[in-house]
């Protein structure tokens, strides 16, 4: 998307970027897991096609894409590669409502895990989300086993909406009330633009 393509997002644990051609290589070894490819729904492509993917991506605005990284890594070595622990996306699949879209987390680095950088980095998007891009309604599709992203959801008040028995998956939806808008406020959220030293954000 790009309207996102000069944006950083910084919070307390992550920083958001947008996924770029740099970011491919790295992306491409994480997605050759067989776990991941399960949990994500996504088939395993060569890395030509991962930089044709990427670019696809960028310029389609139904896609909002972002690279986590890891906050505290990127303040000891400011390098994004070395940085790197997952994406978070937001996909415009509804036609009949433009304000509406699948949400997905992915924390792929599997030592970066438990540290709370998902929901941290989940509540960042939901918050561009809705403060940026005036969304009302956020659905997710998750695996049935995924249990640690089903409990993740569930606590941010998503619910469940419909199940699917061909796909092992079930879809969550929140939309947005006063309620909900005031959880997003609890979390550290700054947007910098990207000419910015991110080091230099405190």
């Given amino acids: 998307m790009r309207q996102n393509q000069s944006i950083v997002i910084y919070g307390d644990k992550v ?3 947008p996924y770029k051609k740099d970011h491919v290589v790295k992306y ?18 060569t890395l030509q096609e991962e930089f044709e993917m990427q670019q696809s991506w960028f310029n389609d ?7 986590v990284l890891d906050r505290c890594s990127y303040a000891s070595n ?4 070395e940085s790197m622990v ?11 409502d433009n304000f509406s879209a699948e949400v997905e987390i992915m924390i792929a680095e599997s030592s970066f895990r438990g540290r709370g950088l998902g929901k941290e980095a989940l509540l960042c998007m939901l918050r561009y989300g809705v403060q940026q ?4 309604r956020f ?6 086993k995924n249990f640690t992203s089903l409990r993740l959801f569930r606590s941010l008040g998503f619910q469940q909406i419909s199940e699917s ?16 808008r005031t959880l997003l406020q609890t979390c550290k959220y700054e947007l910098r633009n990207t000419g910015e030293n991110l080091s230099s954000v405190s």
């Avoid at 605005?61 to 690279?67: A, D, L, Q, V």
């Avoid at 400011?78 to 590669?81: M, R």
């Avoid at 659905?139 to 049935?144: H, L, N, Q, R, S």
């Fill in 86 to 96: 997952g994406d978070v996306n937001l996909f415009f699949n509804d036609d009949e």
């Fill in 165 to 180: 028995e061909v796909f092992r998956e079930v879809t969550l939806e929140k939309r947005i009330d006063e309620d909900f």
């Fill in 78 to 81: 400011p390098s994004e590669i």
């Fill in 133 to 136: 891009l005036k969304i009302s």
């Fill in 28 to 45: 491409h070894e994480w997605m050759k897991s067989a776990d991941l490819q399960e949990q994500t729904a996504s088939e395993p492509l």
């Fill in 139 to 144: 659905t997710a599709k998750i695996g049935e």
């Fill in 15 to 17: 920083i958001l970027v």
């Fill in 61 to 67: 605005n139904k896609k909002c894409t972002f690279i």
